[in-house]
């Protein structure tokens, strides 16, 4: 998923770069990408819904066995994480990014780093054990409830506890302990076999639709205008914590810049 020019850093028979929100301007694909505003789309709304134009696009206009999301600078990894930033990660707790950066190699070393993105031979050998792959779930500093409230409007998560209860009751338990834990999947990113994405979807963008309904986005402005981005990670966490399916979660590379951008 991209959202404006820059270097593509994959795009091979696993990777296929989107550029999300390109209705919005459709100078910004290029060549070698494909824009999120043809056949089924929702393009237009990429203020509000961030990568998740890109997630829409892709489930309405392709069908693979495999179906993943990434970011053009966050990238799943197996490989160990090198001594050095280990080291890093120590010193993150007194100055505070512990939480934030947790998960990730934080770096700029596309050189060294690139070959350590995720591949097919690597891919494989995950899906014949797992059912999904998901990025390593951030632990939050406050419960993913007082994260929200902290960082946005809690009634969002008021609406969406209305909608659970009357379209889909089963996931109270489950959304009622994501709220109380601690842990979020972030960046709506997920890998999963057909038969699984074809039952997250439909459930997921049903519910984020719903919720769509039922406030007014003029009311958010600024960072919150990508307030359907984050209430589809709330969703996404409850969906798996729901259906415990097998996963395996994965250290993300994230590629603080590209030199050659």
């Given amino acids: 998923m ?67 999301t990434c970011h053009y600078r966050r990238f799943y990894t197996v490989e160990p994480e090198p001594l050095f930033y280990k080291i890093k990660r120590f010193f993150y707790y007194p100055i505070g990014l512990a939480a934030k950066r947790y998960g990730l190699i934080y770096t700029d070393d596309v050189d060294f780093f690139s070959s350590k993105i995720l591949n097919q031979e690597q891919l494989n050998g995950l899906l014949s054990r797992f059912d999904v792959i998901l990025p390593q779930a951030r632990k939050l500093r406050y419960s993913v409830e007082e994260h929200y409230r902290r960082y946005h409007d809690i009634r ?75 209430i589809a990670e709330r969703l996404l966490t409850v969906w798996f914590k729901k259906e415990q399916l097998n996963c395996k979660e994965l250290q993300l590379i994230y590629f603080k810049k590209f030199k050659k951008e």
């Fill in 2 to 68: 991209h959202y404006k020019k820059g270097m593509v850093l994959k795009n091979d028979s696993l990777y296929r770069p989107l550029m999300c929100g390109n209705a919005l301007n459709p100078e910004k694909a290029s060549d070698n990408m494909t824009g999120d505003d043809s056949g089924d789309n929702i393009s237009e709304k990429n203020s509000f819904y961030s990568e998740l134009t890109g997630a829409y696009w892709v489930w309405k206009n392709t069908d693979h066995e495999v179906t993943g």
């Fill in 156 to 230: 969002d998560l008021e609406i969406l506890r209305s909608i659970l209860e009357e379209k889909c009751p089963e996931y109270l338990p489950a959304f009622e302990a994501v709220l109380q834990g601690n842990r979020l999947y972030a960046n709506n990113m997920f890998i999963l076999k057909r038969e699984q994405y074809q039952k997250f979807m439909p459930w997921w963008f049903g519910m984020m639709f719903e919720f769509e309904r039922r406030i007014d986005l003029e009311n958010y402005t600024g960072y919150q205008k990508r307030i359907l981005g984050f």
